[in-house]
């Protein structure tokens, strides 16, 4: 004898849950802007770098001479002090999640740490382009100064320049990250950062036998072309091979340091 069971009264089939989607790499770019404001830190260090770009241009217009007063030169000024504090800030934003304790909860709501690497990089670059943007205003402001008692007051720039200016700032701040990933502590970073490559510039100038390979790996000197409006082959060569011992290989060794490191 066969017997049904008939369901009982008022039973709910269960649901079935959609899959959850993952946050696209827009969504966490926009998320780790906002880390870079969110923190105390990271706030002043932004407020600090607008600040540093209008206090070169303030002393430029009291001390420079007239001719010098233009928005070449107030642009080309405004980069250096800048450039030093950009990688801090790339420091910050890529340490900020173990330095802070927010790794475990980071890590677990999106699992594949490299596409949070990839939205913290995007947004330092972002941000070293912002960087550009406010030394062209600043630079803009100077120059309107400048013309109205007596400066220059001269607007011709190449566009070259402004181009050089945007690969001397995302470097910077690039391989301020690079040196943040492979540590992942802010101090031990930008120490790091300071540190080594001031080391090997020191003693580039004074061990003949390392003078040659300063030529091409000192970022000092593999730099300092990106303020003029022109680079030869030869220049690009070396700024490649500088970057490519300073930058990419921090950034490989430290993502892949960032990827097997255990969340705790």
Not at 22 to 37: A, C, F
Not at 86 to 92: A, F, N, R, S
Not at 108 to 119: G, H, M
Not at 165 to 188: D, E, S, T
Request: glycine content about 10%; proline content about 5%; overall charge positive.
């Amino acid at each position: 004898m066969t017997t049904t069971t008939a369901p009982a009264a008022g039973a709910v089939a269960p649901r079935q849950h959609t899959p959850l989607r993952r946050p696209s790499l827009l969504r966490l770019t926009v998320v780790e802007l906002r880390k870079l404001v969110d923190t105390r830190a990271g706030l002043w260090l932004l407020i600090t770098i607008g600040l540093v770009a209008a206090a070169i241009v303030t002393l430029q217009l009291i001390y420079a001479g007239d001719a010098d007063q233009t928005f070449a030169t107030f642009f080309t000024a405004s980069l250096l002090p800048v450039g030093f504090l950009l990688p801090v800030l790339g420091i910050l934003s890529i340490t900020s999640e173990w330095s802070q304790r927010t790794a475990l909860s980071t890590y677990a709501l999106v699992p594949r740490r490299e596409r949070v690497v990839a939205a913290k990089l995007i947004a330092v670059v972002l941000a070293a382009l912002a960087s550009v943007l406010a030394s062209l205003a600043v630079a803009a402001a100077g120059t309107l100064l400048a013309g109205a008692t007596g400066g220059a007051g001269d607007w011709r720039i190449g566009g070259a320049q402004v181009l050089h200016a945007v690969v001397f700032q995302v470097a910077n701040v690039l391989m301020g990250a690079g040196f943040g990933l492979l540590l992942l502590n802010p101090p031990l970073a930008i120490v790091g950062y300071l540190l080594l490559p001031t080391v090997w510039t020191v003693l580039g100038g004074l061990i003949r036998s390392l003078r040659g390979p300063a030529g091409w790996l000192d970022t000092g000197r593999t730099m300092e072309p990106l303020f003029t409006d022109h680079l030869t082959a030869g220049q690009w060569g070396r700024l490649a091979v500088s970057l490519l011992v300073w930058l990419v290989v921090p950034v490989a060794a430290g993502l892949f340091r960032t990827l097997r490191r255990e969340v705790s």
